[in-house]
Each structure stands twice: as structure tokens, then as C-alpha cells.
């Protein structure tokens, strides 16, 4: 069990561009978790996957946010067209069944 | 909606002193889980307890003690004897069914629990 891997670890990207996230759970978790959290606040939820299925959003999931989880692997996390206000962690988790979460270390997106 | 308030936005003791931190919820579910995290600089979020609506019996594991009383919906949690090492911040969440059993969480806003030397 090597826990749930996150990278890149840190991301500044210049306004306007785009990024992408990748999240590796661990290998026997069909659960999979976006969260985001701006400083000073709690994690917030952005979506989830079950397998492949990507199966609730997020109202924080704006249209520039897309997230994949081909062959319910690795997940992706794509921001197209970067805001300032999109500075943030991102944490990924991973599950099974109905036990606690497993967050990885998280992407530090600096928007400037 | 679902809602968790941790009301201590900051805490700093010293070394060796006991400290709680609170946590208040309000959920219209029956069925939920509490859970407590920590968060340290490095930036993971560090699993401590998950404990079930239905079972309220406090738990002790080492120096942390956790008291859930769903009267007064709380779900504190106590360092015994705290040390720098338990400098972080820490946060209580909920968690809310989603689709085939899944759960996502709702977490408070954290409590930043500083111990000096």
C-alpha cells in the first residue's frame, strides 16, 4: 500500500493557460475523490468516481474544470483557461467500500 | 444542508497542557460518520477517527480522546499532554451519502492548534 499519489506537487501556471492533475489511488480503492481547499478553509468537494463512472459534480465544478478517471485507474483533473481564483489545493482521496478516506499530499495550483 | 462548525479558529497552549478542540454538526440524516483529520505543513490530510452516528461511546487512543454526544450534536476532540509535534491544523468532518454508497465529506473550517515549547 503505497498510499494515494498525487503530483505535481506544486503548479504555477501564468492566467489563461491550462493544467492538469493526476491523482494514483490506491490500487484496490474503486472510490475516488476531487476535493479543493483555499487557505484558510476546509476541503471542499468537486466530484467523484466509482470505477470509470464519473457520478456526481460538484456546483464548484465550473465548465473549465473536466476530471476523467480512464479504465477506473488514475484520474485526471484539467482546468482549461486558469483564474487567479482558481489558486487552491487540490486532494485527491481514494475509498472502499464505506471505510474513511485516504487523501494524498495534494497539488498546490498558483495561478498568476 | 449539511454543516460542520468548528468555532476555535486558532488555539495555542504550551507544551504538556491538555487541550479540546470543538466541533458542532447539524445533518438531517440518521446514518452519518464524524471524522477528525490533521493537517500538517506538509499539506496531507491526516486521518485520526471515524466514529458512527450510532455508536457514542467515547474512544481513547493514546494522548487523543474523542466525545461524541449526539444530544447537544458535538464531537470534541482532547489532546492529553500535548506536544510540538501536535502543532497543525485540524479539522472535523461529515460525511453525506452520494450515489451507491458513497460518501463525500463536509468539513469545518479547521482549527489551527499551535504548542510552544
Known amino acids: 500500500d503505497t498510499g494515494v499519489s498525487q503530483n505535481p506537487r506544486h503548479k504555477i501556471t501564468k492566467r489563461g493557460q491550462n493544467v492538469t492533475f493526476r491523482c494514483d489511488p490506491i490500487?484496490?480503492?474503486?472510490?475516488l475523490y476531487w476535493y479543493r481547499q483555499t487557505l484558510g478553509q476546509g476541503p471542499e468537494f468537486l466530484t467523484y468516481?466509482?470505477?470509470?463512472?464519473?457520478?456526481?459534480k460538484s456546483r464548484l465544478l465550473s465548465d473549465r474544470f473536466s476530471a476523467e478517471r480512464p479504465k477506473g485507474s488514475f484520474s485526471t483533473l484539467e482546468i482549461q483557461r486558469t483564474e487567479q481564483g482558481d489558486s487552491a489545493m487540490y486532494l485527491c482521496?481514494?475509498?472502499?467500500?464505506?471505510?474513511?478516506?485516504?487523501f494524498g499530499s495534494g497539488t498546490r495550483l498558483t495561478v498568476v | 444542508a449539511q454543516k460542520v462548525t468548528q468555532a476555535q479558529t486558532e488555539i495555542s497552549v504550551v507544551e504538556k497542557e491538555d487541550v479540546t478542540l470543538d466541533c458542532v454538526y447539524e445533518?438531517?440524516?440518521?446514518?452519518?460518520?464524524l471524522f477528525w483529520y490533521k493537517q500538517p505543513p506538509s499539506g496531507e490530510l491526516v486521518f485520526l477517527i471515524r466514529?458512527?452516528?450510532?455508536?457514542?461511546q467515547n474512544e481513547i487512543s493514546g494522548r487523543y480522546s474523542w466525545n461524541f454526544q449526539k444530544s447537544t450534536s458535538s464531537f470534541n476532540f482532547t489532546i492529553t499532554a500535548s506536544q510540538v509535534v501536535d502543532s497543525a491544523v485540524y479539522f472535523c468532518a461529515l460525511s453525506e451519502a452520494v450515489i451507491q454508497g458513497a460518501q463525500k465529506l463536509v468539513f469545518g473550517q479547521g482549527t489551527r492548534l499551535t504548542i510552544n515549547p
Open positions: 445533518t438531517r440524516d440518521t446514518t452519518y460518520y
Open positions: 466514529r458512527n452516528s450510532f455508536d457514542e
Open positions: 490500487s484496490e480503492h474503486n472510490r
Open positions: 482521496a481514494s475509498s472502499s467500500t464505506n471505510y474513511g478516506y485516504t
Open positions: 468516481f466509482q470505477n470509470e463512472a464519473q457520478l456526481e
